[in-house]
């Protein structure tokens, strides 16, 4: 199977930038269903592309060819794992800051706000509670 260079470079470059093994990586080729004629019927250009550590696959069979669809799901891979993560980060840091919010002290302002109200409420039941 034919890759080209500038597509090898690319993969090479972001696995590095994602901190990634090649190695865990697995490739499947299958029959891919669909419009295509023969081709789909006789060639084997779907691919599914598997990390095995987080466990996300992809299947493509976009294209007739199998170079093409192996490419795509490289690229869709890679951007899943990508999103994975800095959904995980996003999280991570909104916790963080959940807790920092919930451990801060209110504003007096706020507080006597809060006070006032409770005054005001306090007297109105007092109020309800009256015989006339």
Known sequence: MS????FSARRAA???????????????FARSSGPGGQHVNKVSTAVTLRHAP???????QDTR???MNRQ?????LLDAIENARRAERAAVRAAVE??????SK?????????????KKRSQVKKLRSKDW
């Not at 972001?14 to 499947?28: G, P, S």
């Not at 959940?98 to 451990?103: A, D, G, I, L």
């Not at 209110?106 to 409770?118: C, T």
């Open 3 to 6: 890759t080209s260079p500038d």
């Open 14 to 28: 972001r696995l590095a930038q994602l901190r990634l093994n090649i190695a865990d990586f697995e490739e499947k």
């Open 54 to 60: 987080s466990g996300v696959a992809v299947t493509v």
């Open 65 to 67: 060819s199998q170079s």
């Open 72 to 76: 795509i799901a490289w690229e869709r």
């Open 98 to 103: 959940k807790k920092r919010r919930q451990n």
């Open 106 to 118: 209110r504003p007096r302002g706020v507080k006597e706000r809060i006070l006032q109200n409770k």
